[in-house]
């Protein structure tokens, strides 16, 4: 249990769930985050090439997650090591709940794993898994549509 005296802080990650829609996928140790936002953007330009009004759309979210891979066995932190296909949705949950963007609770909710993991193994110390992945509001269900 932590204690906080004088000014408040947002402190940790602990508490913040990974659930994989991979059959088996192992919650792993968060130990950072990084969110960043962007938007389309359309530039709306007079006939004398000067911009007369901006249109934004499509909110989206990054975040970095790095993680200590982990489980009861061995056997279930190689699987929490392992960097999903492109495309794998993940619900996050367990983080404190802040507004990006305009998206009420920017961390919490259905994210996509869209490629640039990679696993960091060292010799004397633990490994780390790195994942960015993305949130898009308008996409609320992590199932597959098979075409």
């Known amino acids: 249990m932590s204690v906080q005296l004088g000014t408040g802080h947002i402190h940790s990650v602990s508490g913040a769930?990974?659930?994989c829609s991979l059959a088996g996928y192992v919650s792993p140790n968060v130990q950072s985050l990084k969110v960043?936002?962007?938007a389309d953007r359309i530039a709306v330009k007079s006939m004398a090439g000067v911009t007369t009004g901006l249109i934004f759309n499509d909110d989206q979210l990054e975040c970095t997650f790095e993680v200590i891979p982990e489980g009861t066995t061995i056997a279930n932190a190689k699987l929490a090591a392992g960097i999903p296909a492109a495309g794998t949705s993940f619900t996050i949950?367990?983080?404190a709940v802040i507004t990006c963007g305009?998206?009420?609770?920017a961390l919490n909710g259905l994210w996509i794993y869209e490629g640039g993991?990679?696993?960091n193994g060292v010799s004397d110390d633990k490994w780390t898994l790195t994942m960015p992945m993305k949130r898009y509001p308008g996409i609320s269900s992590g199932t597959a549509i098979i075409i």
């Open 17 to 19: 769930t990974l659930a």
């Open 36 to 38: 960043s936002h962007s």
């Open 102 to 105: 305009g998206i009420a609770d």
């Open 117 to 119: 993991g990679s696993v």
């Open 93 to 95: 949950s367990g983080l």
